[in-house]
């Protein structure tokens, strides 16, 4: 039981590139969440998940896309890097009653040149 | 829209004293839920204690316990006993309710901007 992973944990990139963040939970959570950490910023959320088959914009969501591959995986996408995404990159994950957000992923620092 | 406030940018504490970390929230809604974090400098978000707003006790984890002021809107986390592993960054954070219709699963977390709590020896 591996809870939340995520792939990969470090990644820098140049200014336009593109790339994408996988996130996987082995708990058979119905909703899945992704998160940004900017220093004195806390975590803001990207999108989210609620279940397989549907997502919604979060606080930041603009430079991003996501897809929920199945009820396991939800992976964020940068289409089109810019520096302004450097930050550090959390998923997590939760179960139907919301009271257990326990689930954090490792987190994924992404530099952006 | 929900708003998490900590006031307290960095505290100090003394190995083995009590020290309690600020928390106060904002929300509309009458079900919520509210979250303690701890980031040590590795940086994995690790899960303290969690307080419903039902809930008529204050939530304890082990040496962590949850302060909570429904009337003030506050929650705030006490931990006991300080170690010099306590050392790192605390996240209080508010689960908003569900949307209408959304299956009651769409669980979101605001955060605060956390308080970086140092032990002292």
């Known amino acids: 039981n591996a809870g939340v992973t995520q792939t990969p944990k470090f990644q820098v990139l140049k200014t336009g590139q593109s790339m994408t963040l996988q996130c996987a939970q082995d708990?058979?959570?119905?909703?899945m969440y992704w998160y940004r950490q900017d220093p004195g910023m806390g975590l803001r959320l990207i999108y989210y998940?609620?279940?397989?088959?549907?997502?919604d914009k979060g606080e930041v969501p603009n430079g991003y896309n996501v897809s929920r591959l199945n009820k396991r995986e939800f992976s964020l996408r940068l289409e089109s890097a810019a520096p302004s995404q450097t930050s550090v990159y959390f998923c997590a994950s939760s179960d139907q009653t919301g009271t257990r957000f326990r689930f954090f992923g490792p987190g994924t620092r992404l530099t952006v040149l | 829209a929900q708003k998490i406030t900590q006031t307290q940018p960095g505290m100090f504490v003394q190995e083995k004293e009590a020290v309690t970390l600020d928390c106060t929230y904002d929300t509309s809604d009458q079900s919520y839920g509210l979250f303690w974090y701890k980031q040590p400098s590795s940086g994995e978000m690790i899960f303290l204690i969690y307080q419903g707003s039902y809930d008529e006790q204050n939530a304890t984890e082990g040496r962590y316990s949850l302060n909570f002021q429904k009337a003030r809107k506050s929650a705030n986390l006490v931990i006991s006993a300080s170690q010099l592993g306590d050392s790192a960054m605390y996240f209080c954070a508010m689960r908003a309710s569900p949307r209408p219709n959304s299956g009651g699963s769409n669980y979101k977390l605001t955060f605060g901007k956390g308080t970086l709590l140092t032990v002292n020896p």
């Open positions: 708990m058979n959570h119905n909703s």
């Open positions: 998940s609620a279940s397989e088959g549907t997502t």
